[in-house]
């Protein structure tokens, strides 16, 4: 039996949201476009203090409660908010962990999807070499231009995945369908911290991806739509999966309506509509959200994944729910965490957003304490960034 795959999985996100009803009201829309057409409730918003390394180790860092930090053999760090065009965020994320020196760490990128190839990549460490314990994780800020119509799809978080061969949440199957092609619908240049993007278009991409992924996975597994109990998307907005979904079922000849909709994939949305876009982050948000809020009991079931990056690279896959998995969840703590975000006014909102674009460009700042996070960013000095431990006593 095929044991490899995720142990535990746990997610952080910033403790600050905009409601889209604030939003509408500010940009003179009606908040139905996105509670309704986009299927997004809030967004989180990052503090100043904070950025896709806080995110992470925040992330980690109930993992690294239950087990020895010093047995983690690599860290494989997914983002397309890097902070650094040479230093891996995974280095930092090692140190503020206390992660032993034998252990490599990586950053690897292509938008979107990147959580997904360091999640693969690290099943097939675990298949070589049983003794590996590699920590996944996927940090993300998804951050568009004021005004511009990506600008309601922001959001912000970082899930952090242990790796190793006792899959007590998902054991990860072997064969899986993928697809890529050089395309322009959403980027970001080096010298921009918010991305570029074709909206309709990218749109239009991710149903292209899905359906030659999904295509090449049922013909390289003979599996067909019925073998599986659940699915989750990647969640640029909660909209996107829903018509991803009743794409897939048009594909696989079946007419999609609502209650099949809400069955197969709707406790996989909940958390996004609050939380928002987390790019590389997004699908394993869908993930962690399906497996602590669907009301049935998922043991043993097949959960069909589709990842998607801009770019792009789509990839379909599977896994079997662990038997006894409610009992390793982060559940109670998730909900803790999402429920006790602060609300911020617009005007705050709009302070945080030219906040981050100054710490961004800084090579000496210190910045006051905003989060509520374990780890945050508390300065640049001499161009490096310093990071705190708010539990460790000074
Ligand atoms: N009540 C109910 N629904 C309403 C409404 C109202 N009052 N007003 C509008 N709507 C509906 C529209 O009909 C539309 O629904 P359909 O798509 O089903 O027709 C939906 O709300 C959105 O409205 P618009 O199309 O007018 O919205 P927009 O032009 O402002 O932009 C967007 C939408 C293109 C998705 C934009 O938000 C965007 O560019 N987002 C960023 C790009 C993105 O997320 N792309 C997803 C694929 S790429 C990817 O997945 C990678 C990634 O993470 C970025």
């Given at each position: 039996?095929?044991?490899v795959?995720?142990?535990?999985i ?7 949201y905009?409601d889209m009803d604030?939003?509408?009201a500010?940009?003179g829309e009606?908040?139905e ?6 299927g997004?409730?809030?967004?989180s918003v990052?503090p100043p203090?904070?950025?896709i ?6 992330a ?10 010093k047995s ?7 983002t ?9 965020a ?13 252990c ?12 997904t190839?360091a999640?693969q990549?690290a099943?097939?460490m675990?298949?070589?070499n049983a003794?590996e314990k590699?920590?996944?994780i ?8 004021l005004?511009?119509p ?11 995945m242990l790796?190793?061969n006792?899959?007590?949440?998902l054991?990860?199957e ?9 395309v ?15 909206g ?5 991409v ?8 999904w ?8 599996l ?16 996107m999966?829903?018509?991803?979904h009743?794409?897939l079922?048009?594909?696989?000849g079946l007419?999609?309506?609502d209650?099949?909709l809400?069955?197969?994939m709707?406790a ?10 987390s790019?590389?982050a997004s699908?394993?948000?869908g993930?962690?959200?399906?497996l ?7 043991a043993n ?7 998607y990056?801009?770019?792009c690279v789509?990839?379909?896959f ?6 006894d ?6 559940q109670?703590?998730h909900?803790?965490l999402?429920?006790s975000r ?6 705050r909102?709009?302070?945080f ?9 800084s090579d000496n700042?210190?910045?006051p ?11 640049i000095r ?13």
């Open positions: 039996m095929n044991t795959g995720i142990q535990r746990s997610l952080y996100t910033a403790p600050y905009l604030d939003f509408a500010a940009r009606d908040p476009k996105f509670h309704v057409g986009l997004q409730d809030d967004m990052l203090d904070e950025d390394v806080t995110l992470a180790a925040n980690a860092d109930p993992i690294l409660r239950e087990f020895d930090p983690i053999t690599a860290v494989l760090f997914a397309e908010s890097g902070i650094d065009q040479s230093k891996s995974g280095a930092f994320v090692h140190g503020l962990l206390g992660l032993s020196n034998r490599r760490v990586v950053e690897l990128k292509h938008a979107c999807y990147a959580g190839a999640l990549m099943a097939n675990v298949r070589v003794s590699v920590l996944v996927a940090s993300d800020v998804a951050r568009y231009e005004g511009s990506g600008e309601a799809t922001q959001g912000c978080g970082a899930v952090a790796v190793t006792q899959a007590d949440i054991a990860l072997t064969g899986t369908g993928y697809y890529t092609e050089d322009m619908d959403f980027w970001r240049p080096n010298y921009r911290d918010t991305a570029l993007v074709d309709k278009y990218s749109t239009m991710y149903l292209t991806a899905l359906k030659h992924a295509q090449s996975l049922i013909e390289s597994r003979n067909n739509y019925q073998d599986f109990a659940r699915f989750c998307y990647h969640l640029p907005f909660g909209k999966a829903v018509k991803a009743g794409r079922m048009k594909i696989a007419e999609a309506n209650d099949e809400t069955h197969v709707g996989s949305l909940i958390y996004n509509r609050t939380v928002g876009n790019y590389s699908l394993y948000f993930l962690t959200s399906l602590e809020t669907d009301t049935n009991n998922l079931q097949r959960i069909g994944l589709f990842s990056g801009s770019g789509g990839e379909f599977t896994g079997i729910v662990g038997k998995y409610q009992s390793h969840l982060y109670a703590s909900h803790r999402l429920a602060e609300k911020l006014s617009f005007s909102y709009l302070s957003y030219k906040q981050f674009g100054e710490v961004e460009r700042i210190e910045l304490v905003y989060t509520k996070g374990r780890f945050r960013l508390s300065a001499a161009h490096k960034r310093q990071y705190a431990d708010q539990q460790r006593p000074r």
